[in-house]
């Protein structure tokens, strides 16, 4: 478990890992309260992939999530991030990225790709230590596509 400091809204912040069921969980409860349509990036399906999944709690309540699928076939995948809206800006979605990154480089599931779909994600991942930086494979997808955005209410 990483503890951190406080956080500038609420209490401390806490990223661990998960299970399975408790993300989806949360997943299910931000598609169904929070969005207008589903979104593929929370989908069952896409869960099912993952291996391993870490959660950011702020006072118990479970905030933001990320999966990592061990063997992609060329190297492993930090997939699956959400932040609640109210919670972003905060570095939450750092703490959980650096959480990723640094469970599969222990683990020596490397190379590891990640879908940078923003340019805030793509900042994030170029402020990694750079002995951490030269496992990932970034496919900026921003830069063709535009940056994602979540169908939020």
């Known amino acids: 478990m ?3 400091g406080k956080s500038r809204t609420t209490g ?3 990223i661990r ?3 399975k069921a408790e ?3 949360f997943f299910r409860t931000v598609v169904r309260t929070r969005m207008r349509t589903g979104t593929m990036l929370l989908s069952e399906d896409r869960l099912a992939l993952a ?3 870490f959660v950011a709690t702020v006072d118990g309540r479970i905030v933001g999530a990320n999966c990592l699928v061990f063997d992609t076939g060329d190297g492993s995948e930090l997939s699956t991030e959400y932040v609640l809206r109210e919670f972003q800006g905060e570095g939450i979605g750092t703490q959980l990225t650096r959480a990723g990154i640094e469970r599969l480089i222990a683990l020596g ?3 590891i790709h990640v879908d940078v779909a923003s340019a805030g994600m793509d900042r994030t991942l170029d402020r990694l230590p ?3 930086r030269r496992y990932l494979r970034l496919k900026r997808s921003y830069l063709k596509y535009g940056e994602v955005e ?3 209410k």
């Open 2 to 4: 990483i503890q951190t």
């Open 23 to 25: 993300v989806a969980r």
């Open 51 to 53: 291996d391993e999944c």
């Open 150 to 152: 979540m169908p939020e």
């Open 17 to 19: 890992l998960a299970s």
């Open 130 to 132: 750079r002995k951490d």
């Open 109 to 111: 599931r490397t190379p």
């Open 12 to 14: 401390g912040l806490q």
